[in-house]
């Protein structure tokens, strides 16, 4: 089974921060790379799919990159409203379609 | 526009059984598949498995394995999940969500419906 693993495991920044956090593969998984959001209490969120496909609705200060194994998820201007934990999760090929443990983000 | 509306909390005493729902609408509900996630206090997110309401077909995580059963019934574009032989460890929320085969991600979720096993 493909391992995700995600770093750092919680960040704290200031509003209107540019926030990066990352994501890596056990084994090459193409751009079959999806990162959700989760807020306190609530369910999560589908931000981006595919590595790099903004999820409609989602705002356009979040974005993904990456393939391979090696992928990123920015926060370009960090809002109040996205405190909240970020999971990635692959998606390729066969199941188990794995979580990786999260990265939690506070703000300042 | 999918929406994934789920059963209500349940308490179990450890040995007991759950069985979980997850009701669709907003979509053809054979098209796409359905996972059951679920997230321990505290914990990250766990896939537990897949089903497909097209065919039946499913795909289980290998810790749960001979515990779990996930089906679904088309005339009401319901999903279940039953876990079997609970233990304190299984106290989670339990989450569906719909697999969407365009963008290969989960796209809606159910609400979650928190499982607490306590003797």
């Known amino acids: 089974d493909i391992q995700m693993t995600q770093s750092p495991s919680s960040l704290s920044a200031s509003v209107g921060d540019r926030v990066t956090m990352t994501c890596r593969a056990s084994?090459?998984?193409?751009?079959?790379l999806n990162w959700y959001q989760q807020v306190p209490g609530k369910a999560p969120k589908l931000l981006i799919y595919a590595a790099s496909s903004l999820q409609s609705g989602v705002p356009s200060r979040f974005s993904g990159g990456g393939s391979g194994t090696d992928f990123t998820l920015t926060i370009s201007s960090l809002q109040p409203e996205d405190l909240a934990t970020y999971y990635c999760q692959q998606s390729y090929n066969t199941p188990p379609f794995t979580f990786g443990p999260g990265t939690k983000v506070d703000i300042k | 526009q999918g929406h994934l509306v789920q059963s209500g909390a349940e308490v179990k005493k450890p040995g007991a059984s759950v069985e979980v729902s997850c009701k669709a609408s907003g979509y053809t509900f054979t098209s796409y598949g359905i996972s059951w996630v679920r997230q321990a206090p505290g914990h990250g997110l766990e896939w537990m498995g897949w089903i497909s309401p097209y065919n039946g077909n499913t795909h289980y995580v290998e810790k749960f394995r001979g515990r779990v059963t996930m089906t679904t019934e088309k005339s009401t574009g319901t999903a279940y999940m039953e876990l079997r032989s609970l233990t304190s460890d299984d106290t989670a929320i339990y989450y569906c969500a719909q697999f969407s085969t365009k963008s290969l991600a989960f796209d809606y979720w159910g609400q979650g419906t928190l499982v607490t096993v306590s003797s």
């Open positions: 084994q090459s998984i193409g751009t079959s």
